[in-house]
């Protein structure tokens, strides 16, 4: 493992470098791997394993057409590379359990008869395990728990390996019956297109993913450029100023040169005027949200917002309703403005007849 500072705090990472593709694919030789669920991760997972060599299969119940179609149309076979969940998971060494986190704890029943001592349950979120009187997800004591948790959707997994790049992901291992554990762990994270894993527990990593979506990643967001843009248009300006200086000029310059050098090499890179303003209230408005965040991490650990999630999802109407909140969301005059700036871009500007 490579030992990097983070500011002083120095962490072990694994990378590709020193944990190779062919030591991956050695490790897990003997090993059938099934991936459960085709919706978000699955498909990532599953091609990037198919493509690096390694055997896997693909295991949903016949009944979910969709995710059953989109698995062949992506190349899986049925009665070889795709089969039915329970056939599937019985012979498999290791399960990658991938459907979302309130499927796990519908389908989860269908899962655990079937895991054989010996075998490795996989998970890329922490939410069913360690949320797990509520889920009711508790795998036997004769398995290994394990997890691999990359930092970013389905897509950007497999865009990534596409790419020739890997995706940072984090890494765990919650039991080790076989004393294999952390070794099947490295080299499924290496097999699924990850350039470093990074360690953390279950816990950790799902308090500070559920802290993050409903925090600085969307939620936060979201609401901080809905604040300024309703505060400029209530002083007079128009729709498309106020969503530049909100959303545009954030998504299509700054942040990125932040994710490339870092805020203070943006901060040093723009004008004067813009320093110092910013240097003077970035203090103001981290005191402002700092409680917020508090009382977020506090809901999550406490395992608040996994009932308000599991209740939500459960619904028989949870569809309807959040197609509805996303139309409100979308037909918002500042997400209508967004739409129109998005449209003058080059990539989407069609010739003139």
């Given amino acids: 493992m490579a030992k990097i500072d983070f500011g002083g705090v120095v962490e072990d990472v694994v990378t590709r470098e020193e944990y190779s593709l062919d030591h991956a694919r050695e490790t897990l030789r003997e090993e059938r791997i099934v991936v459960v669920g085709y919706g978000v ?22 009944e979910r057409r969709r995710s059953w179609e989109k698995a062949v149309g992506d190349g899986w076979v049925p009665g070889e590379t795709l089969l039915p969940l329970a056939e599937a998971v019985a012979d498999a060494t290791i399960v990658l359990f991938l459907v979302s986190d309130a499927g796990q704890r519908a389908l989860w029943p269908s899962i655990e008869p079937h895991l054989s001592e010996g075998n490795a349950i996989y998970f ?5 395990a360690t949320y797990s009187d509520q889920t009711g997800v508790v795998p036997p004591p004769c398995v ?4 691999v ?36 762990t490295l ?3 290496i097999g699924i297109g990850s350039g470093f894993l990074f360690p953390t527990t279950f816990e950790n990593e799902v308090y500070s993913d559920l802290t993050g979506e409903r925090g600085i990643l969307m939620g936060a967001l979201a609401g901080v450029m809905e604040a300024q843009y309703d505060t400029l ?6 729709p498309s100023e106020a969503f530049n200086e909100t959303v545009e000029e954030l998504t299509q310059s700054l942040i990125r040169l932040v994710g490339q050098n870092g805020m203070d090499w943006m901060y040093a890179n723009c004008s004067a005027t813009a320093q110092r303003g910013a240097l003077d209230w970035r203090p103001r408005f981290k005191a402002a949200v700092a409680p917020v965040f508090d009382e977020l991490y506090n809901s999550v650990v406490s395992g608040e917002e996994t009932r308000v999630v599991l209740e939500a999802n459960g619904a028989p109407d949870y569809q309807t309703h959040l197609d509805e909140e996303l139309r409100q969301m979308r037909e918002s005059e500042m997400w209508q403005a967004g739409a129109a700036v998005r449209s003058l871009r080059p990539e989407n500007s069609k010739p003139s007849v």
């Fill in 41 to 62: 991760q699955g498909p990532a997972q599953g091609l990037n394993l198919r493509d690096n060599g390694f055997n896997v299969r693909v295991g949903l119940p016949p």
């Fill in 124 to 128: 890329s979120h922490g939410f069913s």
């Fill in 144 to 147: 290994d728990v394990i997890l």
């Fill in 149 to 184: 948790a990359p930092k970013g959707s389905g897509t950007s997994v497999r865009a990534n390996y596409l790419a020739g790049s890997g995706i940072n992901s984090s890494y765990a291992v919650r039991q080790d019956f076989t004393g294999r554990a952390t070794e099947r």
């Fill in 187 to 189: 080299a499924l994270g």
């Fill in 233 to 238: 248009r209530a002083h007079g300006h128009s």
